[in-house]
């Protein structure tokens, strides 16, 4: 139980180009999803959380206008890095939690998204 | 001074070793703590929680230091396949987690 799905796995397009990244629960409502980044030989660092039908909560130095984050159902979060750019290239790893999920872990984790900007 | 420190490594162990790993934090309200493995390229998955009164899985061991704010990683008779970087994660309220930098071990033939 518990699983959290990503699409897709890795990304590859132009300097511009703006990009969605799906989160997924599959067998639980996932009250909150979290998106992190990921830089090489760097450790996650949580970019915004989101709750269902409300606005994502954005962490200090990440432009809410440049990583669109929308939260309408229960099991479903997207981001939306737009205009994206080279320095944008990274590791994005979704997470979910539930607040009736019965489980030993607080998030529950997609596999993760590659993005890569030419 | 971030929240959650670790040694980055790499420990470069021979097959067989012990090797542990420290981790220290700065919230004194963290509610509990994972260690967390991640492979290359792959997103962390959860390896055991951290109990004050210690935890043993197999060959790894966890133990928690609320006094000191010290959480360790014992990893018993070391495999190639243990080869990853591990992460010590405090969990906070409202289920936000925070992770160290992460420890990356690589265990040699």
């Known amino acids: 139980g518990a699983v959290v799905s990503q699409h897709p796995s890795w990304v590859i397009c132009k300097s511009g180009t703006s990009v969605k990244i799906e989160c997924r629960s599959l067998d639980f409502q996932a009250t909150t999803m979290f998106w992190y980044r990921q830089f090489p030989k760097q450790s996650l660092m949580l970019m915004a959380t989101?709750?269902?039908?409300?606005?994502?909560?954005?962490e200090q130095g990440v432009e809410k206008d440049k990583f669109l984050i929308n939260h309408a159902s229960l099991t479903l979060s997207t981001l939306t890095v737009t205009s994206a750019h080279p320095e944008d290239s990274s590791f994005y790893i979704c997470?979910?939690?539930?607040?009736?999920?019965?489980?030993?872990?607080?998030?529950?984790f997609g596999d993760g998204t590659r993005l890569s900007i030419l | 001074r971030k929240e959650v420190e670790q040694d980055p490594g790499p420990f470069n162990v021979p097959e067989g070793a012990t090797v542990a790993f420290n981790c220290t934090y700065s919230n004194s309200a963290s509610q509990s703590f994972f260690w967390y493995r991640q492979d290359c390229r792959k997103e962390p998955k959860l390896l055991m929680s951290v109990y004050s009164s210690g935890n043993e899985d197999g060959r790894f061991t966890a133990q928690l230091n609320r006094a000191s704010q010290y959480i360790s990683l014992l990893i018993r008779d070391s495999k190639l396949s243990d080869s990853a970087t591990y992460l010590c994660?405090?969990?906070?309220?409202?289920?936000?987690?925070?992770f160290g930098g992460g420890t990356r071990l690589m265990v040699k033939p």
């Open positions: 994660v405090a969990h906070n309220a409202g289920n936000m987690l925070t």
């Open positions: 989101s709750n269902e039908g409300s606005k994502a909560t954005y």
């Open positions: 997470s979910a939690s539930g607040a009736e999920l019965y489980s030993n872990q607080p998030q529950h």
